[in-house]
């Protein structure tokens, strides 16, 4: 790498403990230290958005760029994506992540033609494995960018045009080749346009059927090229289509189960796409666990008094210590990792601001993966948690659940034993205890 894109970064920022004043260091994330039964770097898995950190520009509807990077500034458009790549490459060095994510159209314009852009991203390609080489920086995830283009304004896969569908298809196919061959951990797909505006114009069901096929064609490619990355969907619930069919967790696991692709994916849960759907981060996370579908994580957080994909760096510690209990619980993410799919504001103009953004995520998540750990460690709520079932494992619970009472045994059970007592769940006291251990 020839050009430095971030010389107020010396040396890759180091750990330095909670008592250090130095805005360039971490004050929790330790990368080589154990907690449990693996490091922290092993537990985090952190990896760098390309699109936001690298190809963001500051603009929003109001007004344009406002970012004057250094990486952006050559005319020519391959120019433009190899400084941007070097940058991300030494930004993600110098942050000491072990990952990064793209979509396709973040590491390689679109050329004038289908087969001009394949072949712009075939270059880039063969220049990332280079450098991932170089670095040991690795591919957590790729994707195809299915919504930017026009063609895409009434979706993709759910596009009413058989035209547009065979598009999205051959696209995605380039992308899903792009990751193979960086050998990326998984390939996610993210539908921002799989979805509709008006019922006045949509067929729901055929859409959703269309989309099914595609993914059915994406699961049959992957075998055939023997790509090993685990599949991700998703899930949001709007924005930019007013609604999309990946809505939650929920949702997309019953899509999946439907069309017979369940085996075949698991879950990418954002945590501002959680809020969206107006549920907690901690919820999403939950409902993709519990069926044994939480396979990555798109760490952000989103501002809770407006209603769009803010997404801003984490800084909830409370959030982040519910986001590593329940990861925890299911022994890691196994391939997946946590992307930082968030953006500095408008007015962190300076390079230096992303180093900011992401040691500040970094720590908050460290200190959740400590305070994760401390809790399970003690059984705090564990054993709380068993108490409160306690009536199903014996007696007339356990009775219940191995189906061996009716409706007619339970009337007459009642008779015999009266009303319930009526038990505090605690919460109160269980926020208390949370809390010592956050603080
Ligand atoms: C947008 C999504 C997107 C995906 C990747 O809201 O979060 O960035 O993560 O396509
Ligand atoms: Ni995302
Ligand atoms: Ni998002």
Same mark, same amino acid.
Request: net charge negative; hydrophobic share 40%; charged share 25%.
């Given at each position: +790498? ?26 929790? !994330? ?22 936001? /950190? ?41 942050? /000491? $992540? ?12 679109? #050329? ?21 080489? $170089? /670095? ?16 895409? &304004? @009434? ?11 065979? !598009? %999205?298809?051959?696209? +995605? ?5 792009? /990751? ?15 979805? !509709? ?10 859409? @959703? ?8 064609? %994406? ?10 990355? @685990? ?27 439907? !069309? ?38 798109? %760490? ?46 408008? &007015? ?8 900011? %953004?992401?040691? #500040? ?29 306690? &009536? ?6 356990? @009775? ?40």
């Amino acid at each position: +790498m020839s050009k430095q894109f971030f010389p107020g970064v010396g040396q890759p920022i180091s750990y330095e403990g909670r008592e250090s004043k130095n805005p360039l260091a971490f004050k929790y !994330y330790d990368k080589n230290r154990r907690v449990g039964d693996r490091t922290m770097g092993e537990h985090l898995r952190f990896a760098v958005a390309y699109w936001h /950190t690298f190809m963001g520009t500051g603009a929003d509807m109001f007004g344009g760029p406002s970012f004057r990077r250094e990486w952006h500034k050559a005319s020519d458009p391959m120019e433009r994506a190899r400084d941007t790549m070097d940058a991300a490459f030494e930004f993600a060095h110098k942050l /000491t $992540a072990d990952y990064y994510c793209f979509h396709d159209r973040d590491i390689a314009p679109e #050329g004038e033609s289908f087969s001009h852009s394949c072949r712009n991203l075939e270059t880039m390609v063969e220049r990332a494995k280079d450098i991932q080489k $170089a /670095t040991g920086i690795r591919l957590l995830w790729g994707t195809a960018n299915l919504f930017s283009n026009p063609v895409y &304004s @009434q979706g993709a896969g759910t596009s009413p045009d058989a035209h547009v569908f065979a !598009y %999205a298809a051959a696209q +995605m196919k380039n992308a899903i080749d792009a /990751t193979h061959t960086l050998g990326g951990e998984n390939y996610v797909f993210w539908g921002g346009r799989e979805g !509709y505006e008006t019922l006045l114009n949509t067929d729901l069901k055929r859409e @959703q059927e269309q989309m099914a096929r595609l993914l059915h064609m %994406a699961v049959e490619y992957k075998n055939r090229i023997g790509f090993k990355g @685990q599949f991700l969907i998703e899930p949001k619930p709007a924005e930019p289509t007013k609604h999309q069919y990946d809505f939650d967790a929920a949702t997309t696991i019953s899509f999946l189960r439907e !069309y017979g692709l369940l085996e075949h994916f698991k879950l990418n849960i954002e945590a501002n796409h959680a809020t969206l759907a107006g549920h907690s981060f901690e919820h999403e996370l939950a409902v993709a666990s519990a069926a044994g579908m939480l396979g990555s994580v798109d %760490a952000n957080r989103g501002d809770l008094l407006l209603g769009w994909d803010t997404d801003q760096f984490p800084n909830d510690i409370t959030g982040t210590a519910f986001a590593m209990m329940i990861i925890l619980k299911q022994n890691g993410l196994g391939k997946g990792g946590l992307n930082f799919d968030a953006k500095v504001r408008r &007015s962190s103009v300076d390079p230096t601001d992303l180093f900011h %953004a992401h040691i #500040g995520g970094m720590d908050t998540f460290a200190r959740g993966l400590l305070i994760a750990h401390q809790i399970i460690k003690e059984k705090v709520l564990d054993n709380i948690i068993e108490e409160r079932y306690n &009536s199903f494992k014996s007696g007339i619970g356990a @009775q219940i659940m191995a189906g061996k009472s009716s409706l007619e045994d339970l009337e007459k059970w009642i008779l015999r034993e009266g009303a319930p007592a009526v038990r505090s769940g605690r919460q109160e006291l269980l926020e208390n205890i949370l809390n010592s251990y956050v603080v």
